[in-house]
Structures are given as C-alpha cells and as structure tokens.
C-alpha cells in the first residue's frame, strides 16, 4: 500500500502551526508595551516625587501628574483588598511637601465609583482624578494616603 502525499507533510504543518500559536502571546506583548505604560510626567513636574500610602481596605496602586488646558491633574487607581466588602468610608487624603520636608498643605478626594465591586477576572478598581489649580512651586513631594472614617 502506498502511503499519501499529505502523511508526509502534515507533521511538519502541526509543528508549524504549534510553534506559531505558543509564539503570539510574546508578538502581543511586544507590540502592546507602548500602551501599556504611562505618560512622562511635564517638564516643569518632573522632580515632584509622588508617594502612595495603603490602608487596610484599599491599595492606592498607580498615580500620576498630568497637564490638561493649562492645568495640572492628579490622576490615579486604587484596588479593593480581596478581603474587604465595603469601601465606601475610604476617601485619599493628598498632601504637598516642600524641598525641605515642611508640609505645604492638605487636601482630601474621592475616588469613582465609592463602593468598589468585584469584578470577573479583573482587578477591583476605582479612579481618582484631582485638579490641582495652584500647585505650590517649591512642592518637592506629593504624598497619597488612603484613609478610612472622619478625621478629628
């Protein structure tokens, strides 16, 4: 019996096909790092270093200064604890020091949406987005700490 032409050719196709399918994720990869990173912040911001503080509930997990019309924003990601059922006493308090470590001021804000809900496969995450009208010049360090309840 004489064996097909396509015996001979199909384990080299399988093969073929095998190695293209485990090399696509690292194409993809590739070709989305330029995505996935975030922006430098302005020129004139450049030296402020910004700190982000956890709480028991929340992890403040990205933040980033920003220039829109003329104005700085702060903007940043806070993720839910997997152990945590409800956020919505969390808020961030914002704080400006200067070059010499001497609190400039305080501010507080909310992250969107308040109560931070599970998610299928993704991280349980809100936003925060902070319009900084003046910030002072000599500020050297922005810290972002998450906090829960009143302040006294």
């Not at 590739?30 to 911001?45: E, I, N, Q």
């Not at 104005?71 to 400006?96: A, C, K, M, N, Y």
């Not at 992250?111 to 910030?135: C, G, H």
């Given at each position: 019996?004489?064996?097909q032409?396509t015996?001979?050719?199909w384990p080299?196709a399988?093969?073929a096909l095998t ?5 696509w994720?690292v194409?993809?990869?590739v070709?989305?790092?330029g ?12 030296h ?11 992890r ?11 104005q ?16 919505t ?12 470590g ?7 804000t909310?992250f969107?949406p ?8 993704m ?6 987005v ?16 998450a906090?829960?309840g009143?302040?006294?």
């Amino acid at each position: 019996m004489k064996k097909q032409p396509t015996a001979r050719i199909w384990p080299r196709a399988r093969g073929a096909l095998t190695t293209a399918l485990k090399s696509w994720p690292v194409a993809a990869l590739v070709f989305l790092t330029g995505c996935a990173s975030f922006a430098r912040p302005p020129a004139d911001l450049a030296h402020v270093r910004l700190e982000l503080v956890d709480s028991p509930l929340v992890r403040v997990s990205k933040a980033w200064l920003e220039r829109t019309d003329d104005q700085v924003v702060l903007r940043g990601h806070v993720l839910r604890r997997p152990e945590t059922t409800d956020t919505t006493s969390t808020h961030l308090d914002i704080s400006w020091f200067n070059r010499t470590g001497d609190w400039v001021k305080s501010t507080q804000t909310n992250f969107e949406p308040r109560q931070i809900r599970r998610r299928y496969r993704m991280p349980d995450s809100a936003d925060f987005v902070l319009p900084l009208n003046a910030l002072p010049s000599d500020t050297n360090v922005i810290i972002i700490r998450a906090h829960e309840g009143a302040h006294p």
